[in-house]
T-cell receptor, first 113, second 114 residues
Framework: KNQVEQSPQSLIILEGKNCTLQCNYTVSPFSNLRWYKQDTGRGPVSLTIMTFSENTKSNGRYTATLDADTKQSSLHITASQLSDSASYICVVSGSTNAGKSTFGDGTTLTVKP | DGGITQSPKYLFRKEGQNVTLSCEQNLNHDAMYWYRQDPGQGLRLIYYSQIVNDFQKGDIAEGYSVSREKKESFPLTVTSAQKNPTAFYLC?????????????FGQGTRLTVV
């Protein structure tokens, strides 16, 4: 069964600090992995999308890494801001199951002043 | 502005009633999706459509119905058969479902049974 596990479930950090969120998956064969940011009560917004051949991708202060061999990804947030407080969702798509991606439960990040 | 629009933002339903959630996109995307999100849980796929006049059941389709008569529209009906409909519903679209490309989400509809 395809699964996506995210850790930690929740995280509290001080403004200006860095943090790293983890995503482990069992989806196979692999097509791509996406990270989304979801503000409370809003729809998710895409941060990065990575395919098998990509090890790292950045979007401003967000940097995602992918290790397709160990089936792990991380999202690193640099110099956190209050507006980074949100849920971060890892989504993995397989190459044989069109239309069906596997979503993680998300990590809830709270940035405090 | 290009994007995906869901309406209404909040919806209240009495038990036993059917309600329809609207989803419209002007991104010229072929694929559209409906997800349900419950507190502390990941998104679960209800239905998806890869092309006009075609749709497939997702993981939790029971109690829901959809139609795809136009490329830009993918309404979701929550029927009285859905026993626990209170949730946050998200619609998404992507260029193609087969290519598993990036999905763009609407802002969601929060449905509450009263």
């Amino acid at each position: 069964k395809n699964q996506v596990e995210q850790s930690p479930q929740s995280l509290i950090i001080l403004e200006g600090k860095n943090c790293t969120l983890q995503c482990n998956y069992t989806v196979s064969p692999f097509s791509n992995l996406r990270w989304y940011k979801q503000d409370t009560g809003r729809g998710p917004v895409s941060l990065t999308i990575m395919t098998f051949s990509e090890n790292t991708k950045s979007n401003g202060r967000y940097t995602a890494t992918l290790d397709a061999d160990t089936k792990q990804s991380s999202l690193h947030i640099t110099a956190s801001q209050l507006s980074d407080s949100a849920s971060y969702i890892c989504v993995v798509s397989g190459s044989t199951n069109a239309g069906k991606s596997t979503f993680g439960d998300g990590t809830t990040l709270t940035v405090k002043p | 502005d290009g994007g995906i629009t869901q309406s209404p933002k909040y919806l209240f339903r009495k038990e036993g009633q059917n309600v329809t959630l609207s989803c419209e996109q002007n991104l010229n995307h072929d694929a559209m999706y409906w997800y349900r999100q419950d507190p502390g849980q990941g998104l679960r796929l209800i239905y998806y459509s890869q092309i006009v006049n075609d749709f497939q059941k997702g993981d939790i389709a029971e109690g829901y119905s959809v139609s795809r008569e136009k490329k830009e529209s993918f309404p979701l009906t929550v029927t009285s058969a859905q026993k626990n409909p209170t949730a946050f519903y998200l619609c998404a679209s992507s260029i193609s479902a087969i290519a598993n490309t990036e999905a763009f989400f609407g802002q969601g509809t929060r449905l509450t049974v009263v």
